[in-house]
């Protein structure tokens, strides 16, 4: 578990990287939070990398269509 000083900038980076998401691709959504998550949790909690992580993981993201 993350505190809320963490947490917040976390929160921001996944809205940042999802602005353009729509709520119901929860797919995508989902690799982009577990993928910072992920990160944060191994000790990288900048968040301009952080951003690229979600970048990286939207761009992997599974979708119906592939």
């Not at 809320?4 to 990287?17: H, I, K, N, S, Y």
């Not at 944060?40 to 979708?63: F, I, M």
């Amino acid at each position: 578990m993350f505190d809320p000083a963490t947490t917040a900038p976390l929160r921001a980076v996944f809205d940042e990287v999802c602005e353009d998401v729509s709520r119901f691709e929860t797919g995508a959504r989902t690799n982009v939070a577990s993928r910072i998550l992920e990160a944060a949790t191994n000790g990288d909690t900048s968040p301009e990398r952080l951003k690229q992580v979600g970048r990286d993981a939207l761009h992997d993201a599974p979708t119906m269509w592939r």
